[in-house]
């Protein structure tokens, strides 16, 4: 079946960076479309950034836009999420998810606090 497993998480400093990663498995991950989505305290789930199958297109929040990197790497079945000049406000537990599936890993916590 299939599996995501989020990591990279922790408690960060306003303007300091992370990278999380998320291993996939149970499906031909080159096969599909994954995105990140965020989920903060009392709000909806949101789109964070998506990339195609071979990498070649990405999409980003506006809210994120030139501060995040999606990347794959389809050797190790891996999704990951660049994030720099953090903010309070990115403060989220952050998900992966593969087009056309609808499990959810268990999300990796982001903190964003001085």
């Known amino acids: 079946q299939v599996q995501l497993v989020e990591s990279g998480g922790g408690l960060v400093q306003p303007g300091g960076s992370l990278r999380l990663s998320c291993a996939a498995s149970g499906f031909t991950f080159s096969s599909f479309s994954m995105s990140w989505y965020r989920q903060a305290p009392g709000k909806e789930r949101e789109l964070v950034a998506s990339?195609?199958?071979?990498?070649?297109?990405?999409n980003y929040g506006d809210s994120v836009k030139g501060r995040f990197t999606i990347s794959r790497d389809n050797a190790k079945n891996t999704v990951y999420l660049q994030m720099s000049s953090l903010k309070p406000e990115d403060t989220a537990v952050y998900y992966c998810?593969?087009?056309?599936?609808?499990?959810w890993g268990q999300g990796t916590q982001v903190t964003v606090s001085s």
């Open positions: 998810k593969a087009s056309g599936f609808t499990t």
């Open positions: 990339i195609t199958r071979a990498g070649v297109w990405t």
